[in-house]
């Protein structure tokens, strides 16, 4: 199994607090990823980073803001949460994709947020 | 814009059939790859196969197989013998041309019945 874990795995927090989720990997991989699933919308990217202080911006990437300055961590922070955020947030982590190659995603055990 | 399509919410099989899941993708892309990966009840992601779009043979891998057909745009996963552990929810993922977008469908949840 690749080496990522999350912390929190479980995390309940007020509206119009600031919350930071971890990402960690041993696997020196260089390509990080945060995920949000919801019901009805699979995963969707949130932000990307292809190394340490390159991030870059995914699919839904409002009222969320990234950081790495380690290869091996990789943190997502909402600035002040809403409602909206409550999510099952997933970090992936992959090898030089090379393209549209082989290289498949890794993923964490995820993070359950709710914002109350 | 990238999208992915499973139009099936939920699929039930006889325990050894085979199953086919649908995926349709959308793309302008020249240049893609094709990712089913399967969610447990458990939560985890487990990754099960990769087709991509210049590969000319459909991918295998044990039990798992995409029929990949190019020029209607589908990458079905199709699960051969199944295994009251295939139950779980899959997703079908898109890598888009620059290798840094991902795409995932809603996923289908899959029943296999003793």
């Known amino acids: 199994d690749a080496g990522i874990t999350q912390s929190p795995r479980h995390k309940v927090t007020e509206t119009g607090t600031p919350v930071t989720l971890r990402c960690h990997q041993t696997e020196n991989h260089r390509y990080m990823y945060w995920y949000r699933q919801d019901p009805g919308h699979g995963l969707r990217l949130i932000h990307y980073s292809y190394g340490v202080k390159d991030t870059d911006k995914g699919e839904v990437s409002d009222g969320y803001s990234v950081s790495r300055s380690k290869t091996e961590d990789f943190l997502l922070t909402l600035e002040s949460a809403t409602s909206s955020q409550t999510s099952v947030y997933f970090c992936?982590?992959?090898?030089?994709?090379?393209?549209?190659?082989?290289?498949?995603?890794?993923f964490g055990p995820g993070t359950r947020l709710t914002v109350l | 814009a990238q999208k992915i399509t499973q139009t099936q919410p939920g699929m039930f099989v006889q325990e050894k059939e085979a199953v086919t899941l649908d995926c349709t993708y959308d793309?302008?892309?020249?240049?893609?790859?094709l990712f089913w990966y399967k969610q447990p009840s458990s939560g985890e992601m487990i990754f099960l196969i990769y087709q991509g779009s210049y590969d000319q043979q459909n991918a295998t891998e044990g039990r798992y197989s995409l029929n990949f057909q190019k020029a209607r745009k589908s990458a079905n996963l199709v699960i051969s013998a199944s295994q009251l552990g295939d139950s779980a929810m899959y997703f079908c993922?898109?890598?888009?041309?620059?290798?840094?977008?991902?795409?995932f469908g809603t996923g289908t949840s899959l029943t296999v019945i003793p």
């Open positions: 993922a898109m890598r888009d041309i620059t290798g840094n977008q991902f795409y």
């Open positions: 992936a982590i992959s090898r030089d994709p090379q393209g549209a190659g082989s290289n498949e995603q890794f």
């Open positions: 793309t302008s892309d020249p240049s893609y790859g």
